[in-house]
């Protein structure tokens, strides 16, 4: 079974500053992990993915995440915050069996932007 | 380029009362999924297809069913709606693995008063 927990359900920022959104997750075999961006009133859209290959994942809109096996962490962050980033973001995690499984979402982070 | 469809966007029921969310993708994805947001829940997930003429339960199927119907469609019906089943439901699918990450639908917006 695989589990996610997102450390903090609100996370305030000001503009310009480093966003940095926590994710744990637990899992018997090696995983998938994703984090998602959902705007108001809009379905989830994938920001990025670690999928076993380079541990430091690059994504849209210069978020980046680094998957540590050693802290089974998977921490979202982008260095300059912009308004436009206030939205609600899910780390989700999937394990690897070669076929089609689950992803288990964490509980998400909402993001607020001041100025 | 629609991606992933579902409809209707928002819908107000009756306690008892049943209807049928619908899905459709275009990108000739294999698996689909539905999910139901609530507040400080995250996503959880209800049914799944891993491929046409396959579903299985997820976390929280009681009260649900869905259908296949083909590769593109995958709806989910509520027989007997009940106000624990006020949420937002968004639909999902996939190429074949997880790590390709999921599309999603826009979401359906369902009250059951």
């Known amino acids: 079974a695989q589990s996610v927990t997102q450390l903090g359900s609100h996370v305030s920022v000001s503009e310009g500053a480093l966003v940095l959104l926590r994710c744990n997750y637990s899992s018997s075999v090696p995983p998938y992990l994703f984090w998602y961006v959902q705007y108001p009133n809009q379905g989830l859209q994938l920001l990025l993915k670690y999928t076993s290959a380079a541990t430091l994942v690059k994504g849209i809109n210069g978020f980046e995440a680094e998957f540590k096996k050693s802290e089974t962490s998977f921490h979202l962050t982008k260095p300059s915050a912009h308004m436009s980033d206030a939205a609600e973001y899910f780390c989700a995690v999937s394990p690897y069996t070669g076929t089609a499984s689950k992803l288990t979402f964490g509980t998400g982070t909402r993001l607020q932007v001041t100025l | 380029n629609a991606g992933v469809t579902q409809t209707p966007k928002f819908q107000v029921l009756k306690t008892g009362q049943s209807m049928t969310l619908q899905c459709a993708q275009d990108m000739n994805h294999n698996s689909m999924y539905w999910y139901r947001q609530d507040p400080g829940m995250g996503l959880r997930l209800i049914y799944y297809?891993?491929?046409?003429?396959?579903?299985d339960k997820g976390e929280v199927p009681n009260g649900y069913n869905v259908s296949r119907l083909n590769k593109r469609e995958f709806s989910l019906r509520l027989e007997s709606a009940a106000p624990s089943q006020t949420s937002v439901y968004f639909c999902a699918s996939t190429r074949v693995w997880d790590r390709d990450g999921y599309t999603f639908g826009s979401g359906t917006r369902l009250t059951v008063v």
């Open positions: 297809s891993a491929s046409e003429g396959t579903t």
